[in-house]
C-alpha cells in the first residue's frame, strides 16, 4: 500500500490512482479485443452434450461480452488524460515549446515505432486501427490545448465542455458508416466526438479539489459496479443496435469523470496499491501491443476462443508489452524530459484568470492539505 497524503507539491505533479485506473482500463481494452473471456470453447462443448442449452447461447454470449467494454474503457482514459495534462499548470503559465515537445515525443515515438514493426512484420498496420484512433484525437488534444487555455480564459472552461459537447451531438447526429463506432467519421471527425470528454477531465482539474471528502470503501465499491454496470448496457446497446456509442459514451462522460474524482481522493487519504501503480506506469504500452500478440495468433492460424490460447495471448501481450516499454516506450520518456528541457519556451501561455477559477478552491487545497497532514501526524 502507498503512503497516502504528500506534499502541495507533490500532488500538482503525481496524482494518486491514475496510474492504477491506466492498467485496469488498458486490460479491459485488451479483454474486449480478445472478446471476453473464453467461454465460447466450452459453451460449444456442453451444447453439444446438452442441445436444451442452446436457447441461452445468445443470452451467455451477450453476458460475456458485456464485461469487456473498451470503448468505455477508453472514455475513462479520455478524463484521465485531460485531468493530467491540465492540473499541473492550471495556476501557471504554459511553455508551450516544451509542453508539445513532451507530449509529442512521449506518445508520437511509440506510436511511429509500433506503426514501423507492424508494417514490417505484418504487411498492414489496419489491426492497429482499433486502438490507434484514440491516440490520434489525444494527438490533437495535446495540440489545440494551449489555444483552448487562451479561450478559457475569455469565456471560461465551462462554456468550453457546453460548447463541445454541443458540437459533439450535432456531429452525432449525422449518419456514419461505421455502425455508430465512435471512430466511425475518421480521423478528421472523431477527435470532435471525444473532445468533451477530454474536458470533462479538464474541467475537474481546474474546479474540483482532488483532496475532498473520500467514500467509505462500501460506497467507493458501488460506485465502480455502477460505472461498470453503465459500460456494460452501454456495450449491450450498442452491440443491439439501439443506442450506439457515438451518443452513449457521451453520456458516460459525467459519471465517469465521478468515478475518477473519487478514486483519486480516496487513493489520497487511503492509499494506492502500490502493485498496480506499478504496473500502470506502462499502461500505455499495454494499450498499444495486446494488439500484436492478437495479430501474431491470427498469423499462425490460431484462435483465441480456446480457453488455453486466451491464455497464451494474454501471457504474450503482457511480455510483448513489458518489452515495448523498456526498450521504446521508457525511451521516449526519458528523450522527451531531454529535448523539453532544451526547447525554447516560444510563448508563455498565463493561467486562466482569477475571475474564471473557483478562489475557494485554491484555499481548501492548502487548507485540506494542512489538516490532512495534521491527522497523519496525530495518527
Request: charge should be positive.
Amino acid at each position: 500500500m502507498n503512503t497516502p497524503g504528500g506534499s502541495v507539491r507533490e500532488e500538482l505533479r503525481r496524482i494518486p490512482a491514475v496510474d492504477s485506473l491506466r492498467i485496469v482500463c488498458a486490460l479491459i481494452v485488451f479483454g474486449s479485443h480478445l472478446y471476453a473471456l473464453p467461454v465460447y470453447a466450452v459453451l460449444a462443448h456442453l451444447t453439444s452434450r446438452l442441445p436444451q442449452l442452446q436457447a441461452f447461447d445468445g443470452a451467455v454470449v451477450v453476458v460475456n461480452r458485456a464485461l469487456f467494454d473498451g470503448a468505455a474503457a477508453v472514455c475513462v482514459f479520455f478524463v484521465i488524460s485531460g485531468i493530467c495534462i491540465h492540473w499541473p499548470v492550471r495556476a501557471q503559465p504554459l511553455s508551450v515549446g516544451p509542453y508539445l515537445v513532451r507530449r509529442f515525443v512521449r506518445v508520437g515515438l511509440p506510436l511511429l515505432v509500433s506503426l514501423i514493426v507492424a508494417q514490417a512484420v505484418f504487411g498492414t498496420t489496419d489491426f492497429l486501427d482499433a486502438v490507434l484512433w484514440s491516440l490520434y484525437c489525444e494527438l490533437i488534444y495535446y495540440a489545440i490545448y494551449p489555444l483552448l487555455r487562451v479561450l478559457a480564459a475569455r469565456v471560461g472552461w465551462t462554456f468550453l465542455v457546453i460548447a463541445s459537447f454541443a458540437a459533439a451531438l450535432m456531429l452525432a447526429a449525422q449518419p456514419d458508416a461505421g455502425q455508430g463506432y465512435f471512430f466511425a467519421y475518421g480521423h478528421a471527425k472523431t477527435w470532435i466526438l471525444g473532445l468533451p470528454i477530454w474536458l470533462t477531465g479538464v474541467w475537474i482539474a481546474q474546479f474540483v479539489s482532488f483532496t475532498g471528502a473520500a467514500l467509505r470503501k462500501t460506497t467507493l465499491n458501488f460506485l465502480r459496479f455502477g460505472v461498470w454496470l453503465a459500460a456494460a448496457l452501454i456495450l449491450t446497446s450498442q452491440n443491439l443496435h439501439a443506442v450506439p456509442f457515438k451518443f452513449s459514451l457521451l453520456l458516460l462522460a459525467p459519471l465517469a469523470g465521478f468515478w475518477v474524482l473519487y478514486e483519486i481522493r480516496n487513493g489520497y487519504h487511503h492509499g494506492t496499491w502500490a502493485a498496480l501503480e506499478s504496473a500502470g506506469t506502462w499502461s500505455f504500452s499495454v494499450y498499444l501491443c495486446h494488439k500484436f500478440a492478437i495479430a501474431l495468433f491470427a498469423r499462425f492460424g490460431l484462435t483465441v476462443w480456446h480457453p488455453l490460447n486466451w491464455l497464451l495471448a494474454v501471457a504474450l501481450g503482457i511480455a510483448l508489452s513489458l518489452l515495448f516499454y523498456r526498450c521504446v516506450e521508457w525511451q521516449s520518456h526519458r528523450l522527451a524530459r531531454w529535448l523539453a528541457s532544451r526547447t525554447p519556451r516560444m510563448t508563455s501561455i498565463a493561467a486562466t484568470p482569477k475571475g474564471l477559477v473557483q478562489e475557494p478552491q485554491e484555499r481548501n487545497f492548502a487548507a485540506e492539505t494542512a489538516v490532512g497532514d495534521a491527522s497523519r501526524k496525530s495518527r
